[in-house]
């Protein structure tokens, strides 16, 4: 079911191993009061669970969105739903959105699909936990642009929008993890492209004052993690409406063609700089544990079986 | 401009967009494919097909965009998509074989990200459940058109081995008694390995082609049946025949082990498993009823999952029948660049014999082009072979490419030359030309005949230019399409006043008085060096105040520097030398189809010292013909001694004057230009 690497995300070991809570891989058998399984599209090249699943409740957390920009699938949801709901026994099924946008595209795929309308969607948002050190922003911010995701083509948009958000004029442009761009021979003299994982995050932000994040127009972050930490390291963030849409007022939203403007007004006003990144940095208190704690309460309840 | 792309670069996919970019041709659009799908080892066949596609993208504007095998999208389509930013109404078209919805959905998304929009995507097993070829990266569609079968005289049955091995000794005798019957014509598709072994065989007079040697097309357009042995289908061109060939009324009887043409739904055929049952099949069962056969075949419900005019809507496209360009037949000659110019003297002696209301225009190597436009025809002209290892027939794609630009369906097509290029080959077949060969004889010795003569049933006429003397005029092939007439040569009429004055001329521009001309014309040293030779007349003639002494060469050909050393010798390029030979008191040629003829029939007196090279006519054969009836001298390359002997004798001792009157006596054939124009016209 989790294929053979056995990978556990660094923090999620520590967590486990602080609390000696044993990992059990590929139980044929998972049965619990509450069993919240991540990420359902794991299941999208397969054609079974393997595994018997027995719960109060069934949670399925969907980190990736049901539907891209336009409406169409962003993998085979009735698959993947289909293999859970065959092996799973559950008075409850629900699917946890983890952000405002995630929650659209998921609430429109269940209102398209009559087979799987006995999903309930959670009424609030199972965001990312984000807790991680704040930066302060540099005293005087200047043109220092950049951008970092995975390689992948759904992460870039148009080359014409590239062209917009970093310019000849910009003092520099970084992109890490352009390796699409340099496989494609897509050079400029005033870009410093960057494969994936050629430098470190922290060294990246070194590097840049402002982050410019805008994706392909057919795909959408689901949540936005490279966007939080942008914030984190003290940067303004500019980036489309619909990513901006999880964060608030945390980031500038806007087209690419309007970046030039923004990021000129910021450096000829670093006051207004300084308060937008602190803004910013407030807004990342949502996704604190403390948080998450709060959220997580408002599932166990009572009402769902949860002892008081 | 229709960019015809694909999901995965292989030889496979490459096949794919080739073959679809022809249909899309076929069907009057302009297509083409990115240069940077040519794989490094597409092998000789297709870099044909691709020459007609290939294209740097940023020279043209995208209309369409078609990519096949959408069932996998690596990265590099994702870039060549995302790279040529294309506009949002331009219409992106992929088709693939799906095997489960997810491959549907992560394929339709990945274009997605690449384009910035939403390709239309469209999962060919919903039409086409049981696909001929599953594993077919082409999306196996046509355009029904049928049309009158057979296309020749006879019925033409192409049968492909596939994956049948050769081993049995009766297999190759049973393909060799059925391509010697005159019910059908035979022709195999191969194999490289299975071509290997039968090139090795007794049998290796079979025709044969091998997958890549035509487009799947044009293998169509010459099939009348087509014959599938193997297990599956061999390959996507394979598949896209069998298609082609049911949606223009062809037969296509499946003989496959697991029946797979059948089992797709295809109207074909159950022929039998193994080929020792085939003749009596096709004689006994198919060839008189092929036009009911093919008439049922065209009701089939299937041919609707094969309709290319589906993926036209989709991409917006409308079809819109090409119209020739010109309503006038047009005729071309193509004489090969043999060692000389006989090839395009020959073609422009019989070009000269046609009718006014014909203007031929010639497609010429650089060395004859002078040729043809000094005779007042349009030429187009070409690149010579180069000696590159890498690829070797460069030359010959970009003939065939000028030829295809410059020749339409229903054009006449004159090749003079022994081998027939690829190109050539290619040109007829792809553009259903009228075809004459004219095909000089006396091969030499060794030469394999099957080389020779395996495109011959390309050409609707050979027309074999004869030898002044019987014993010579081998006969390398039999049918009514052969011809032979008279020899071919330049005829040149000068008086005896035209004589003096020319050879006043020769005194004036050399600036000495001589009383005897001697011509050598021995070659540019390309197929025997005679440069010794060319030495040693120079140098016997040299204490010779009254006689001057021509070293006559084409222009352009190389002439060894130390010819040039000579007081008594001197180089003349020109292509007038049969002017200077009439002009001469005793000509010392090589023996090539045109000088000899020219020194026969113009009364020359010469010694003749062949040249011999593994492609060249048997001119030693030739030579001696003529010596045996005492009309000329032959030397051989080695008869230093004799040669010298020979010339002193013929100048100091009436040896020309011997030669000269038993050329005015001997009797020839008629000269055949007018004949060989004749047939060109009724072809």
Redesign the interface.
Known sequence: MFGDTQNVAPVLRRVVDELCIPVIWDSPRISADFVILHNPSFLKFQNSLNAQVIARELIVVTHENFLRPGGEEGFDVSNCLGQIDASAIALRKTLAPVSAYNRETVTNWVSRFREARHWQVLEADWFNIFSTDLCHPCDMPEDRRGRHSRPGFEKFPPVAELDMCFPKHAKSNVILGANALLDAGVHRAHWKLLPFDAISVEDFFEMIDFFVYFTAPTWQESFGRVVAEALAAGKVVLTDPKTGKTFGEAVITCHPSEVDGIISDFILHPRRYHEQVSRSQSALERYSVQNFRAHLSKVLTPERGVPA | MIFVEAGTRSIRSFDAQLIFAQKLTARGFDACIDADYLPEDAGRGRLYEAANFLTDPEEHVAEAVFVLGAEEVE??L???L??K?LGADVPVVATGRFK???SY??A???L???????ASVIDLTDTQPRSMLPSAVSPLVAETRPIVRPIGEVTDVTVVLGSMELDNPETLSCLSRMSSQGDYGLKLVVSGAQNEFITASHFNDLPRILYTDLSPLTLAKSTDILVMFGHGVAGDRMAELAVELIAAGGVVIDCTEDEVLMSSGAPALLGPKTLFALDGYLTGKILGNTSQIAEQALKSQWLRTIEISRLETAAELVAKPRRPERTTQRTLFLPTNGVGLGHAQRCAVIANALPDNISPIFAAFPSCVPIARREGMDCIPLVARTDTKDNSNANDILTYRRLSAALQEGDRLVFDGGYVFDSVNRVILEHGLSAVWIRRGLWPKGRSRHTMLHREGIFDRVIVPSEAFEELNDAYSYGDHIHYVGPVFRRVIQSAEDINHLRARLAERFGRDFKQLVVSMLGGGVASDRSAQLQAISGMLEARTDCLHLVVTWPGSKVQPAVFGWKNTRVVHTLEATKLCLAADLVISAAGYNSVHEILYHNIPSILIPQSAPYLDDQERRARALSDRELCATITETEFMKLERTVLDCLDDGGVEVFRSALKKIKLPEAGAAAAADLLIKT
């Open positions: 990265d590099l994702l870039a060549s995302r790279q930013q489960t919805q997810q959905v992560g339709k998304a990945r997605a990200f690449a384009l910035g929009r939403e």
